[in-house]
């Protein structure tokens, strides 16, 4: 699998598609929702097995910190590695002086990101019907 930051269209598209999959279908996020005024000031990664994209993510500068958002996996590559390879990617591409990360995640994946170093730094709220918290880690 090759975590790949987004530099055309295509790869824009397939960034959507994963999106799609795994928040409107899957989680029923109402599409509107999904797209959002973030997406041109972000920078998107695309997780590639071969030629499908089978996951996703994007980072922008928000308040001093890299702000990891709509990061998802096809649920067949749940479990296997992908999403730690596309955290790695979207603290990689942040611009060198971001030396904190921060995210809100669904209540679900606190593990996952507790095992990147990611701490709760909040209690849960609601977003899409769906309970987060916030995440913050510092870069080391």
């Given at each position: 699998?090759?975590?790949?930051?987004?530099?055309?269209?295509?790869?824009?598209?397939?960034?959507?598609?994963?999106?799609?999959?795994?928040?409107?279908?899957?989680?029923?996020?109402?599409?509107?929702?999904?797209?959002?005024?973030?997406?041109e000031m972000s920078?998107?990664?695309?997780?590639?097995?071969?030629?499908?994209?089978?996951?996703?993510?994007?980072?922008?500068?928000?308040?001093?910190?890299?702000?990891?958002?709509?990061?998802?996996?096809?649920?067949?590559?749940?479990?296997?590695?992908?999403?730690?390879?596309?955290?790695?990617?979207l603290e990689i591409?942040?611009?060198?002086?971001?030396?904190?990360?921060?995210?809100?995640?669904?209540?679900?994946?606190?593990p996952f990101y507790?095992?990147?170093?990611?701490?709760?730094?909040?209690?849960?709220?609601?977003?899409?019907?769906?309970?987060?918290?916030?995440?913050?880690?510092?870069?080391?």
């Open positions: 699998m090759l975590a790949k930051v987004v530099q055309t269209e295509k790869e824009m598209q397939d960034a959507f598609s994963i999106r799609m999959k795994v928040f409107v279908e899957e989680q029923k996020v109402p599409a509107e929702e999904e797209v959002d005024e973030n997406e920078v998107h990664v695309v997780l590639y097995d071969e030629s499908m994209p089978v996951g996703t993510g994007r980072i922008r500068e928000a308040d001093g910190y890299g702000k990891l958002e709509r990061i998802c996996i096809l649920p067949s590559y749940r479990g296997k590695g992908a999403g730690s390879l596309i955290m790695k990617e591409v942040a611009a060198p002086n971001i030396e904190k990360f921060k995210l809100n995640a669904q209540t679900q994946a606190i507790e095992k990147l170093g990611y701490e709760v730094r909040s209690g849960v709220f609601m977003d899409a019907g769906i309970p987060h918290v916030t995440m913050i880690k510092s870069r080391l």
